[in-house]
Structures are given as C-alpha cells and as structure tokens.
C-alpha cells in the first residue's frame, strides 16, 4: 500500500503565478484534505473534498480552489500567488475517523 | 488561524527518561489526534482517541482524551534518540475530519 502520494515534492515559482498541486489518496480512502503547513507551526485546514464535492472549506480566500476526481485523486490550485502562500502544502486522506498525511509539496514563492 | 494551545513548546530530555505533553483547548472536541512529524516530512499518525477518558498505548506511547473533552496528553516512556521531532495534537469538533493542529512540541533528546 503506497499510502498517500503527493506530488511535486518541490516547486518554485513567482508572485503572481499560479500552481497546481496533485494528490493521490490512501487506497481505500474516499475523502481528501488538504492543509497548509507555514514554518513552525502546524497544519491549517484550507478545504475537504468528498464525492468529488468541497465539502467544507477553511479560512482561505478564494485564490485556493480544488478539485476531486473520479478515483478520489484530488488537486489543490493557487492562483495569483503571494509571498505569503510558501509553505508545506499537505494532503490528507481519509475513510473513517483517523487522518493519513502525505509527504507534502514544498512550494516556495519568489 | 485556529491552533490548539499546546505545551510545552520544546523540551530536551535524557535518553530513557520519560516525556508528558498536553493539548488544551476552548472548544470540546469529539476526536483527538496525535502526531510525529520529522523535518521535510508529512505528519505520522501516532494515536486516535475517540471518547471522553479513553486511554490509548502504542508502544512507549500512550495518550488520553480528557474528561471534559477540552484537552489530550501524551506521554512517552523511555525515551530513545529517534523519538526526535515535532509533536502535534489535532481535534475535530464536527465529526466531519475537520482537524485543528496544535503549535507542537519539538522534542529533543540527549543520549
């Protein structure tokens, strides 16, 4: 069981561009989170998808936006990028109760 | 945004001594999460708690929701030179795996 695969691993970009990062979940899982993880703190939740719906959504603007496939796999995009957005973008999946994380993407914004 | 108040921020301890952390919070939760995460890595599952008063071991690791469902501890015993690393509790209030993170415990040991 591969657990749950997120992928880039790293990625740089510059302010104003946008990005789109990809999540493959724990097999089984059926929900998909993702938080954003600053230096030194810990994760915040940004939204949840379920069914291929956002089911609920953090305290982000709208610049975040998601998506969910068919085969739970999910994809969280960026747009117009700030300064602020460079952080640990972690994915999480779940069945029931508990959460599994992913290694997370590392997206620095220059 | 929302994080749980969690102590203490750091600690460094002798290896085989034992660690006690907590997590406390304002709002009651339904679920509570604890969590290993080592540098440029993603959060581990350590243990779930899932009612008031439970008492949970893996391990050298044991953790307890609390009474009033406003606060978990973790304890580890014996404490060995790879339990290095930061320490997250994380509660769900809904039920719905809508989970607020702790500001962690970096733990540190001294062989």
């Known amino acids: 069981d591969a657990g749950v695969t997120q992928s880039p691993t790293h990625l740089i970009k510059t302010r104003g561009q946008q990005v789109t990062l990809r999540c493959s979940p724990k097999?089984?899982?059926?929900?998909v989170s993702w938080y954003q993880q600053a230096l030194g703190q810990g994760p915040q939740f940004i939204f949840q998808y379920y069914e291929e719906e956002e089911r609920q959504r953090g305290n982000f603007p709208d610049r975040f936006s998601g998506h969910q496939f068919p085969n739970y796999s999910s994809e969280l995009n960026v747009n117009a990028l700030l300064l602020g957005d460079s952080a640990l973008y972690l994915c999480?999946?779940?069945?029931?109760?508990?959460?599994?994380f992913g290694p997370g993407t590392r997206l620095t914004v220059l | 945004g929302q994080q749980l108040n969690q102590s203490p921020q750091s600690m460094f301890i002798q290896e085989g001594e034992d660690v006690s952390m907590n997590c406390t919070s304002s709002s009651i939760f339904n679920t509570w999460l604890w969590y290993k995460q080592d540098p440029g890595e993603g959060p581990v599952l350590l243990i779930a708690l899932y009612k008031a008063g439970e008492l949970t071991s893996n391990g050298r690791l044991t953790a307890q929701f609390g009474i009033t469902r406003k606060d978990s501890f973790l304890n580890i015993s014996a404490s060995i030179p790879s339990d290095v690393g930061i320490y997250f509790c994380?509660?769900?209030?809904?039920?719905?795996?809508?989970?607020?993170f702790g500001t962690g415990t970096r733990l540190k040991v001294l062989a």
């Open positions: 994380a509660g769900d209030t809904s039920g719905t795996y809508k989970y607020i």
């Open positions: 097999s089984g899982h059926d929900t």
């Open positions: 999480a999946s779940s069945l029931e109760v508990a959460v599994v």
